[in-house]
């Protein structure tokens, strides 16, 4: 694989905010809940899908995006692991954020890392003011985590918790709540390696399959997968009363369905025209190995 997760953690890592003054508090708890570990996932498919490309903006451009996303992200974990949602102890392996620092600190922890995410991502646009393909990507940044992408699956799927789900549903769930966040990583990392509109469509269309196929695979490991290997509690669902894909359509139909939206997406990509074939190889090498993950 082209990058590691370290390489991306020195890359992401350089954005994260100065621990002092009166806030503190709330900056530790945001640094360790971004410090805790995790794939990197988000900005490694951006840069990834940057790397495909020829003529897009400096890679200092790219760098602040890339830890925008993962902030974003780790504001979404910190309060998907809250008493009032999911109620989880452990991520990652380490003592979730309200355990380990208080309920309220937590809140505002993903609050900050929110707000903090558009923060160091407008910051692009010093070095290139008024630059169409860093606004899109900020629109990108802005729109996609919103009300008609992860909050607004986040929205159904708690207000649906503990009822029954349909099919159409649960496929907005997992296409918002999931793949909008994946896409949101692929479609910034292309607009600014330079990609033209039909190259960035394509790579939406490949990331709603990987998302979909991230989402019904973490559903698996949440029924077989290994505590300790995920660093966090298995069952979560069942406890949390959740409609999955595993409990609507059983475990075999689950695992067909990664491969399938996986090979999918595998095909999408090896159609499109790229400049790099070598992030090409690598963009396709990392979507491969998330059919078996096990973490
Ligand atoms: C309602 C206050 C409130 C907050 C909601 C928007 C939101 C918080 C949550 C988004 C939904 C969510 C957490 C979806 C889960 C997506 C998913 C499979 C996350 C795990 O991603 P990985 O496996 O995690 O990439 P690592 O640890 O590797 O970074």
Do not use: W
Not at 26 to 42: D, H, T
Not at 234 to 249: G, M
């Amino acid at each position: 694989m082209k990058y590691s997760t370290e390489y991306i953690e020195k890359i992401i890592y350089a954005y994260l905010p100065e621990e002092t003054g009166y806030a503190k508090p709330v900056l530790e708890a945001m640094n360790y809940a971004f410090r805790a570990g995790g794939k990197r996932l988000r900005p490694m498919l951006m840069k990834l899908c940057y790397d495909l490309f020829d003529g897009g903006v400096d890679e200092s451009v790219l760098a602040a995006f890339m830890a925008s996303i993962e902030m974003i992200h780790t504001y979404s974990l910190i309060h998907d692991d809250l008493p009032a949602l999911d109620n989880d102890d452990l991520r990652r392996g380490k003592p979730t954020v309200h355990v380990k620092f208080g309920e309220d600190l937590a809140i505002l922890a993903g609050d900050g890392l929110l707000n903090y995410a558009f923060e160091t991502a407008v910051g692009a646009f010093r070095l290139y003011p008024g630059n169409i393909a860093i606004e899109r990507a900020f629109m990108l940044l802005c729109q996609k985590p919103g009300i008609d992408g992860m909050i607004g699956g986040q929205v159904l799927d708690v207000v649906l918790t503990g009822k029954p789900v349909n099919d159409k549903e649960l496929e907005y769930i997992y296409l918002n709540k999931t793949a909008a966040l994946l896409s949101c990583a692929m479609t910034i990392g292309a607009t600014l390696g330079g990609a033209n509109e039909s190259q960035i469509a394509c790579l939406h269309e490949a990331a709603i399959c990987i998302g979909m196929a991230f989402q019904v695979q973490d559903d698996i490991l949440d029924v077989v997968g290994d505590a300790q290997m995920l660093g966090k509690p298995i069952k979560s669902d069942e406890r949390n009363e959740k409609t999955t894909y595993v409990s609507l359509y059983g475990l075999e139909a689950a695992k067909k369905f990664v491969e399938e939206q996986t090979l999918q997406a595998e095909r999408m990509i090896g159609c499109l025209d790229v400049r790099d074939q070598a992030a090409k190889n690598d963009l396709l090498a990392l979507i491969h190995t998330l059919i078996d993950r096990d973490k």
